[in-house]
T-cell receptor
Framework: DARVTQTPRHKVTEMGQEVTMRCQPI?????VFWYRQTMMQGLELLAY????????DSGMPKDRFSAEMPDATLATLKIQPSEPRDSAVYFC?????????????FGQGTRLTVV | AQSVAQPEDQVNVAEGNPLTVKCTYS??????LFWYVQYPNRGLQFLLK??????LVKGSYGFEAEFNKSQTSFHLKKPSALVSDSALYFC????????????FGGGTRLMVKP
C-alpha cells in the first residue's frame, strides 16, 4: 500500500531552535508539495518540486524556511530559527505531473508546536 | 488565477439524510476540479475529480459531485449521510501554470448527528 510518509508526526520545540521535517514521497512520483495548515489560514502551499527541482516556493518565508530534495526519496522542510507563529500542521504530498487532472496524495502531517 | 470558494464553514446533517457541501469555482479554460476529505488528525484523502464528460462524478465512500458550468459550481453530495462522514471537506483546483499543484478552498466541516 503506497503512501507518503512524514516524520516526525509531532514536534514540540522552543522558539529559536531549528526544526527539520522529512517526507518520503510515493515511489515513482515526480512532484512533491509542502502545505501548511492552520485554523486561521487554512491550507497554504509552501513549496512545490518537480523532478526534484523547486518550481514554486513563493508561499514560503524565505528568511527562515528552506525546502530541499536531496534525492527522489526524500524531501525536507527546515525552519531556522523557529517562532511560535510557525505552529501548525505541515503536510507533504506527492503526485505525477503529466497533466492537470492528476491527484496529489498526502502524508499524515507533522504537527509542530513552537513554545 | 484559478480559485475555488466554499461558502459554508460548517454543514450539519442528520444521519440518513442527504448531504450537500458547496463549492464554486473561478477558472480560465476547462475546469479540473477535485474534492478531498480530512478526518481528524489525518492527512487529506482524495475523494473524486472532474475532468470532462459526465457532469455527475462518482467517488469514494458513496460520494458524488455535480459539475454545473452555468453556475460554476461543483457541489459534493451523498444520498444518505453516515456519522462516520463527519470530517473536513476541501474543494480544489489545479494551478494551470504549475501542473498538478492544487489550490484549496477554505474547507467545510461536515457534522453528521445520529
Amino acid at each position: 500500500d503506497a503512501r507518503v510518509t512524514q516524520t516526525p508526526r509531532h514536534k514540540v520545540t522552543e522558539m529559536g531552535q531549528e526544526v527539520t521535517m522529512r517526507c518520503q514521497p510515493i515511489l515513482g512520483h515526480n512532484t512533491v508539495f509542502w502545505y501548511r495548515q492552520t485554523m486561521m489560514q487554512g491550507l497554504e502551499l509552501l513549496a512545490y518540486f518537480r523532478n526534484r527541482a523547486p518550481l514554486d516556493d513563493s508561499g514560503m518565508p524565505k528568511d527562515r524556511f528552506s525546502a530541499e530534495m536531496p534525492d527522489a526519496t526524500l524531501a525536507t522542510l527546515k525552519i531556522q530559527p523557529s517562532e511560535p507563529r510557525d505552529s501548525a500542521v505541515y503536510f507533504c504530498a506527492s503526485g505525477l505531473s503529466y497533466g492537470l487532472n492528476t491527484e496529489a496524495f498526502f502524508g499524515q502531517g507533522t504537527r509542530l508546536t513552537v513554545v | 488565477a484559478q480559485s475555488v470558494a466554499q461558502p459554508e464553514d460548517q454543514v450539519n446533517v442528520a444521519e440518513g439524510n442527504p448531504l450537500t457541501v458547496k463549492c464554486t469555482y473561478s477558472v480560465s479554460g476547462n475546469p479540473y476540479l477535485f474534492w478531498y476529505v480530512q478526518y481528524p488528525n489525518r492527512g487529506l484523502q482524495f475523494l473524486l475529480k472532474y475532468i470532462t464528460g459526465d457532469n455527475l462524478v462518482k467517488g469514494s465512500y458513496g460520494f458524488e459531485a455535480e459539475f454545473n458550468k452555468s453556475q460554476t459550481s461543483f457541489h459534493l453530495k451523498k444520498p444518505s449521510a453516515l456519522v462516520s462522514d463527519s470530517a473536513l471537506y476541501f474543494c480544489a483546483v489545479p494551478n494551470n501554470n504549475a501542473g498538478n499543484m492544487l489550490t484549496f478552498g477554505g474547507g467545510t466541516r461536515l457534522m453528521v448527528k445520529p
